[in-house]
């Protein structure tokens, strides 16, 4: 199967080419060690036009899929039910549907009977038996037009297989019939080459699927652009289907407005502000006034303290050069480039162009649009202005941002925009503007009839739009008129879309007009395709910049060199790059894939590059989408034996030394391993199904060609004959047992010795206090974000957290291992301590903040609170104690951690404060935890700051329990 990922070159492009950008050394005390780093910045979010194709060789058949399907990547299909025929392709030979869903959102759901054409791709393989396996369904297999297997599933799944087969250039093409009466069904592919231990998902020619579902793709562009937002259906079954995502949110608690300079040029011409945007051109047959008068409306909806200036792009950019490679290689290594593609500075200061294959988010004018500090608190919460979710959550530091913000600003550069007051004439005008012209069909706001200043919103009212816009079937009457022109000389909003784009919505908007005119798709219950809801995800939280998913995505070469380890050795692209999502749903168990997405669990915490933190509302469906895409509900479900204490005992023999040695590439339970880093087995039979842990287990490179992961179980039979007589299957099931008693199983033979320092608690919580690494302020992480002095508390539930007594804060939590202190006592003058492995960073700030309102600096100002020591309660817990006073008025706290286990590793935070009666104070409940019980007092909402504001009840105590998951 091929593959976009290919290995970049290892040569580093010499310094004296200018096209190659500027080659940098960052020293180790900076972020990265002796890294070299080749910059460059590439166009964004255009199509390379050179070849552009002839429209006309891409003829659609009434589904929107090319004609000559047959000869297309990927799986065509042709699917006809309730008396329509869809032709497309799909990314795999595999599906699954739940009761009222369809595999396609314009076949409505019950009888339908599917043909999938693939093209094999057998790589090495000669010879091999295809089959298919389903569920609630029919199947036939046809070869050369010869049926060769058939069969019919109820709710038990079935299996069916050709023999097997010599494959050869003229049997390639295979053709599965899928027929079922009513929903639930499920369907995959299968093939199993000779001598293979297990069947695999048939693996087909998919390079190029994504740009050849032209349908699919302008969907979702008429989604993410929010057409729907102007252009709303006149059926509802549409107006569920096009529902817009969220706008850029414009006024905000305590926010300042955006520069005058920034919104003029912006409002005026989004395209030439920041190219590709999403954004579109209202106003450009606007007046300098009209758009003069917008300005002004739109700054006053900022609500900041009155009097609140920005401070100076230009003084706070003339930082140290270590701070802007700081920021330069912390941009390039967290996964800032997978998006918005590499920078490179030129000799003038500013930032050069040039062409690169892939196409990439501009960042646009950031330095007249952000001050520094503001640039800084979007990128650490960005949903707090964009709720889309299109910009991610890298879960940055602050020291990271802060480095991040001052190298864009600084490379950008920007003059300090001028304050100018807010004219309430002005204002009043702009709010009416902002109706007429459409802005209010997407931007959600609420302001006064009248004028008013800036942050005076009494008896304020939503903004309702008042534009008058063809409904989307009349577009589709006519879709080369409108927005989608390709000449400017049009009355309504222009958007800077490439020929790829219009191609691709004129595609889905003659589905539009036939469903339109036919009647197909008339009010009703929209029907939902699974399929097509997680592409149409994966396309508009742009996964596909760091994933592969059936061939499509996945970094080019020139980027891929920037996605680094920390792991010593050479762990091959799956060592750099993020996981492949091809069937991963069948890999993978939901509840590990709910807990990466919503609770930000990570398997490989060596790859430098973040996978981001989303917004629930945008990926709570996909666990399930991935299952159902794989086709995994087709195939029998294979359930773990009982463990018994045998097999537990023979499976840690397995993993140790003496068996198979998975100790040598896997960390367990915490410890690291002997060898290159992998996986933690203690963690596996969480996160992995088990049918897909037995076929990996079985023969690896089956399942992934290029992975490092060895293979024991040659020929069917183990490298480790002394176990079961070499019996694969038992021994497989014997680490299973073993593995499945999480981070409490004996370790196993073979990890070496702990250090003679190495501290641990047992049957009860230990408390130490020593110094961490890189104490102090200036970087990031555990090691910047804490003073030298720290106060470690380790639990014999293997999680352990470290506190920061000069702030009175709790700072990191992590699993595993409690601490080596040999730096700190066996060497000399004060040597640190190592650092903990990966966990959880606490929130930027104080853990509560009192005042009410907040102060607007409470992030950086001191917070005043003083640590008091601890105590340990009758089970010989520690209790933190610590006090915050504020003017006459003194509040105690007392924390109470207790790690809890079982799946993903927690804390829950038991905090008792004692105050004033009805005294408010906001507890920081950032990201990673959340208030789960409120004993006394009251709690609201977190802000989108992340402040809950809090009461003190009558008798002046607040009694509240906070989780922490990561």
Not at 95 to 113: H, Q, V, Y
Not at 717 to 733: L, M, N
Not at 743 to 748: D, R
């Given at each position: 199967m091929k593959s976009n990922r290919a290995e970049p070159e290892s040569r580093v492009p010499q310094p004296g080419r200018q096209s190659q950008g500027r080659k940098w050394i960052v020293a180790a005390g900076v972020l990265l060690a002796a890294a070299v780093v080749t910059l460059v910045i590439v166009t964004p979010r255009r199509p390379r036009e050179e070849g552009r194709p002839n429209p006309s060789s891409n003829a659609m058949t009434t589904g929107g899929a090319p004609a000559s399907a047959a000869h297309e990547p990927g799986a065509a299909a042709t699917m006809t039910g309730g008396g329509r025929t869809v032709t497309r392709i799909l990314?795999?030979?595999?599906?699954?549907?739940?009761?009222?869903?369809?595999?396609?959102?314009?076949?409505?759901?019950?009888?339908?009977?599917?043909?999938?054409?693939?093209?094999?791709?057998?790589?090495?393989?000669?010879?091999?038996?295809?089959?298919?396996?389903?569920?609630?369904a029919r199947v036939s297999i046809e070869n050369g037009g010869v049926t060769v297997a058939h069969g019919q599933a109820g709710e038990e799944p079935v299996e069916v297989w050709s023999k097997p087969q010599t494959l050869g250039a003229g049997n390639r093409r295979w053709t599965f019939t899928i027929e079922?009466?009513?929903?639930?069904?499920?369907?995959?592919?299968?093939?199993?080459?000779?001598?293979?231990?297990?069947?695999?998902?048939?693996?087909i020619d998919s390079v190029g699927w994504l740009r050849v579902d032209h349908v699919s793709e302008g969907l979702s562009l008429v989604r993410d652009l929010s057409c729907a937002a102007c252009d709303v259906a006149e059926s509802a079954r549409w107006r569920a289907l096009l529902a817009p995502p969220a706008a850029p949110l414009l006024a905000g608690e305590g926010r300042r407005p955006y520069p005058?300079?920034?919104?003029?040029?912006?409002?005026?011409?989004?395209?030439?502000?920041?190219?590709?945007?999403?954004?579109?051109?209202?106003?450009?047959?606007?007046?300098?006034?009209?758009?003069?008068?917008?300005?002004?409306?739109?700054?006053?909806?900022?609500n900041a303290e009155p009097g609140a200036a920005r401070e100076s792009n230009r003084v706070e950019a003339s930082t140290d050069a270590a701070t802007v490679q700081a920021g330069l290689v912390a941009y390039h290594r967290v996964g800032c480039v997978a998006c918005h593609g590499p920078l490179n500075e030129s000799p003038g200061g500013g930032l050069v162009v040039v062409p690169t294959e892939g196409e990439y988010v501009a960042l646009g004018d950031v330095g007249s649009k952000w001050t520094i500090s503001e640039l800084r608190q979007f990128l650490r919460e960005p949903s707090a202005r964009h709720p889309s979710g299109r910009m991610p959550d890298l879960m940055l530091t602050h020291a990271e941002a802060d480095t991040i913000g001052r190298y864009l600003i600084a490379r950008l550069g920007s003059a300090v925009p001028a304050e100018t007051p807010v004219d309430p004439q002005r204002v009043a005008r702009g709010r009416d503007a902002f109706a007429s012209m459409g802005c209010a069909a997407c931007h959600v706001v609420e302001a006064r009839a009248g004028g008013a200043s800036a942050g005076d919103h009494s008896a304020a009212a939503v903004v309702r739009s008042t534009l008058v816009a063809p409904s989307m079937e009349q577009v589709a009457a006519a879709p080369d008129g409108g927005c989608l022109a390709e000449s400017g000389d049009h009355a309504g909003v222009r958007y800077d879309l490439s020929w790829r784009d219009r191609r691709a919505i004129r595609a889905f908007l003659e589905v539009v007009a036939d469903a339109a005119g036919s009647g197909a798709l008339a009010d009703g219950e929209a029907t939902s395709a699974p399929g097509d809801d997680l592409v149409a995800t994966l396309r508009s939280l742009n996964c596909l910049a760091c994933h592969e998913f059936h061939d499509a995505g996945g970094p080019e070469p020139a980027i891929a060199r920037y996605f680094t380890t920390s792991a010593p050795g050479d762990l091959g692209l799956?060592?750099?790059?993020?996981?492949?999502?091809?069937?991963?749903?069948?890999?993978?168990?939901?509840?590990?894939?709910?807990?990466?997405?919503?609770?930000?669990?990570?398997?490989?915490?060596?790859?430098?590059?973040?996978?981001?933190?989303?917004?629930?509302?945008?990926?709570?469906?996909?666990?399930e989408l991935f299952r159902t895409a794989s086709g995994v509900d087709a195939m029998r479900s294979v359930a773990p034996p009982m463990p018994s204490e045998e097999q537990i005992a023979t499976g840690r023999q397995l993993v140790g030394v003496g068996g198979l040695n998975c100790i040598s590439c896997h960390s367990i339970a915490g410890r690291p391993s002997t060898g290159t880093p992998g996986p933690d087995l203690a963690r596996m039979t969480h996160r992995l199904r088990y049918e897909h842990f037995v076929t990996w287990l079985l023969d690896p490179r089956a399942v992934r060609p290029d992975t490092r992961m060895p293979s024991f179980f040659?020929?069917?039979?183990?490298?480790?004959?002394?176990?079961?007589?070499?019996?694969?299957?038992?021994?497989?099931?014997?680490?299973?047992?073993?593995?499945?008693?999480?981070?409490?199983?004996?370790?196993?033979?073979?990890?070496?010795?702990?250090?003679?320092?190495?501290?641990?608690?047992?049957?009860?919580?230990v408390v130490v206090r020593m110094l961490l690494p890189g104490g102090g302020a200036g970087a990031g992480g555990v090691a910047g974000s804490m003073g030298a002095r720290v106060v470690l508390l380790g639990f014999p539930e293997n999680v352990h957290l470290a506190f920061d007594p000069d702030r009175a804060r709790l700072m990191y939590v992590w699993e595993g291992e409690f601490i080596d202190a040999a730096g700190r006592w066996a060497a000399r003058a004060g040597q640190a301590a190592s650092d903990p492995p990966p966990g959880w960073n606490a929130p930027t700030g104080p853990v509560l903040v009192v005042g009410d309102p907040v102060p607007r600096d409470w992030l950086t100002r001191p917070s005043g609170a003083r640590f008091a020591g601890y105590r340990l309660d009758a089970r010989r817990h520690p209790i933190l104690l610590w006090e915050l006073g504020s003017g006459d008025a003194l509040y105690r706290v007392e924390e109470r951690p207790t790690p809890q286990r079982g799946g993903a590793p927690g804390l829950r935070r038991h905090f008792v404060v004692t105050g004033p009666p009805g005294g408010v104070v906001h507890l920081n409940v950032g990201a990673g935890q959340r208030v789960v019980e409120v004993v006394r007092g009251s709690v609201e909402p977190a802000d989108a700051s992340g402040l809950a504001r809090a009461t003190m009840d009558e008798a002046g105590r607040l009694d509240v329990v906070v989780e922490v998951r990561w």
């Open positions: 990314p795999a030979a595999a599906f699954g549907l739940g009761e009222g869903e369809s595999l396609d959102w314009r076949i409505p759901p019950g009888r339908t009977i599917v043909q999938i054409e693939v093209t094999l791709e057998p790589r090495h393989i000669t010879r091999a038996a295809v089959g298919a396996a389903v569920r609630h079922y009466d009513q929903p639930p069904a499920a369907f995959r592919a299968l093939w199993k080459p000779d001598g293979a231990l297990a069947a695999q998902p048939l693996p005058a300079g920034w919104l003029r040029r912006w409002i005026a011409d989004p395209a030439a502000t920041r190219p590709g945007s999403a954004m579109p051109s209202v106003m450009r047959r606007a007046t300098e006034n009209e758009i003069e008068d917008v300005i002004h409306f739109v700054r006053s909806l900022a799956e060592g750099r790059l993020p996981p492949d999502l091809s069937h991963v749903g069948a890999r993978l168990t939901e509840s590990w894939l709910r807990e990466v997405l919503l609770e930000h669990q990570r398997a490989r915490p060596w790859l430098h590059t973040r996978m981001p933190r989303y917004d629930a509302d945008r990926v709570a469906r996909l666990p040659v020929g069917g039979q183990s490298a480790a004959i002394g176990f079961y007589e070499g019996d694969p299957v038992r021994q497989i099931e014997a680490i299973w047992a073993y593995l499945s008693q999480g981070a409490a199983l004996t370790l196993p033979d073979g990890l070496p010795p702990a250090s003679a320092f190495q501290m641990s608690a047992t049957d009860e919580p």
